[in-house]
């Protein structure tokens, strides 16, 4: 049962405009989120978190928000650039999941020039 | 920076033979994961080790063995490997700050 839901395979977005990728879980114990991006024949790379302490977290041009009631994240990109192109993974743990981390099945960002 | 090391980006494989996966990390990680990521499928965790010798299973175990003998080092183990494991395999690792480290992976495709 997937307890992280990435709904959106793929996401196409014009250069300079904001990219929205969407998370949803299940888990009500989960209390750390995290994003990764993963370029083809590459490990993913950490790109942000959020504890549920917290409703917002940004570092430059990506923004995570957390909506516990509604056990939804997302993660903005605003100005997309070429460079972002690549497939973003959230992953959440927490509770009585201990040292394990559940990932979604990712959402593939295109960002045309 | 920390380092997760994966010894064979790409491996091919026939029906049956026995496959090892090596991942190294620099950071003194207590704990490494292996993950494997199919289309559609995500990161699905295999096995994970919290400390020498530890090991614990994670939600697809099945057809897979690990070995921890040193806290750097987490190895991965086809013991007779299957076309339906074909697939991409990443180590991570983190320590108790919470987020994984990732190796670059290995791709194994099982003829």
């Known amino acids: 049962d997937q307890q992280v839901k990435q709904n959106s395979p793929s996401l196409s977005v014009q250069e300079g405009r904001i990219s929205i990728l969407n998370c949803d879980y299940t888990?009500?114990?989960?209390?750390?989120f995290l994003w990764y991006k993963k370029y083809p024949a590459e490990g993913p790379t950490f790109l942000i978190s959020?504890?549920?302490?917290?409703d917002k977290n940004e570092d430059g041009r990506f923004t995570v928000f957390l909506n516990k009631s509604a056990k939804h994240l997302s993660l903005h990109i605003v100005p997309s650039q070429p460079g972002d192109s690549a497939v973003y993974f959230c992953a959440a743990s927490g509770g009585n999941t201990g040292n394990q981390f559940y990932f979604g099945t990712g959402t593939s960002l295109t960002v045309i020039p | 920076d920390v380092k997760v090391t994966q010894s064979s980006r790409y491996l091919v494989k026939r029906t049956g033979e026995k496959v090892f996966l090596e991942c190294v990390q620099d950071?003194?990680?207590?704990?490494m994961f292996w993950y494997r990521q199919d289309p559609g499928l995500g990161l699905r965790l295999i096995y994970f080790?919290?400390?020498?010798?530890?090991?614990e299973k994670g939600d697809i175990p099945e057809g897979y063995s690990v070995s921890r003998e040193k806290k750097e080092r987490f190895s991965l183990i086809l013991e007779s490997a299957s076309t339906n494991q074909t697939s991409m395999y990443l180590c991570?690792?983190?320590?108790?700050?919470?987020?994984?480290?990732f190796g670059e992976g290995s791709r194994l495709t099982v003829l």
């Open positions: 080790s919290y400390d020498v010798k530890m090991k």
């Open positions: 991570a690792s983190r320590s108790q700050g919470r987020e994984l480290f």
């Open positions: 888990n009500s114990m989960f209390d750390y």
């Open positions: 959020i504890s549920s302490i917290k």
């Open positions: 950071m003194d990680h207590e704990n």
